[in-house]
């Protein structure tokens, strides 16, 4: 198979050619049709976010059911063998703190992070000379197939397109969730969103299907401010260099601040912009995540004084198996127009050329077809 394989941290991407053994008990074997290309494999391409490597990048995808390994059934998981299913970069561990707690998608002990790597320490593909290659979160997108966890793969809705399948597996869970479950927002609420990539334009889609009232949409690109009014933005903000002045807009179109502020870029700055504008009782929810090692800061005082909220939303809150096949629900009754989302079909060779588009902010969602 081919494969988009990062050699390591802060390299280029190499497109390889690896061997992929057959699944294992509890595994299946995926054969891919889209992988979008998400702001998170760029910290990973860049260095920013440490992880091991050779590893096959891609963590938003979709594909078809090719085998199953021993254990799986195909009765009680829906995984048959031909049957669409979206990628979840989380298998919950089941037994942590988190996962007790019913929060899943925090779960710290998730085999995800194992990159694909099993008790042995054995990988599913090689390189011809037998070299151990991992799969990014477990699921390593960036393949023309791979072999995952059953528990990765979630059966997605009879005439779910594989690209919307793809996107709902990180910037749709993750933007969407973040709005109706993380921070459960009520309608008629204010909501600000800052930062409008694939995860930013997803909370704007979350932030009208929760019936909020006033959605306003900030970024640095002019034509993202355009397709988030075409996805339910109310009002838009165009970020010049200075940030005082986005704060004094943003409390303007709001009359005194946003009830619910969204950071979905990963930047100090933003974030404490989104903390900064806030009115007394507002709530700020950081989707976005910066290099490793960033703080941010705050008028703690103020903070405290007017009861304000931080929420840190990790993968929108998603339970896949349930929140997955909801959202291709949505999609399919018009209500989550995810398709908007995608500007490129590109080939595994392009995938650098994708990674700089998403450096400059420039253009939407790329998508990796096979
Ligand atoms: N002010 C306003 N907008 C900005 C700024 C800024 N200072 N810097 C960047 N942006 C905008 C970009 O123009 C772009 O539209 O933020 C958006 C970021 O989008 P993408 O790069 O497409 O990122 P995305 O995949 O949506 O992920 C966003 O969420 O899960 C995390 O790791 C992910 O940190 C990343 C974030
Ligand atoms: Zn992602
Ligand atoms: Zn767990």
Known sequence: MRAAVLPRSGQPIVIEQLELG???????????????????DLHVRDGEWERPGPIVM?????????????????VASGLTVGRLVALSWVVPCGVCRSCLAGRSWACAESPSFRHGQDGDGRTRAQRPDGTDVLAYLGIGTMSEAQVVEAAAAIPMPAGTPAEVAALIGCCVATGVGAVTKTADVPAGASVAVIGLGGVGLSVVMGARLAGAGRIVAVDRVAAKLDLARELGATDTVLVGADGTMTAATLRAITSGGPDFAFEAIGRPATVELAIDVLPPGGTAVLIGMTPQ??????????FVDGGRRILGSNYGSAVAAIDFPRYAELHLAGRLPVERLIDRRIGLDDVEAAFSRLRQGRGLRSVVVF
């Open 293 to 302: 090692g960033e703080r941010a800061g705050f008028d703690v005082y103020r």
């Open 22 to 40: 057959p699944p294992g008990p509890g595994e299946i074997r995926v054969r891919m049709l889209a992988s979008g290309v998400c702001h998170s």
């Open 58 to 74: 891609g963590h938003e995808g979709a594909g078809v059911v090719e085998a199953l390994g021993s254990g799986v059934d195909p």
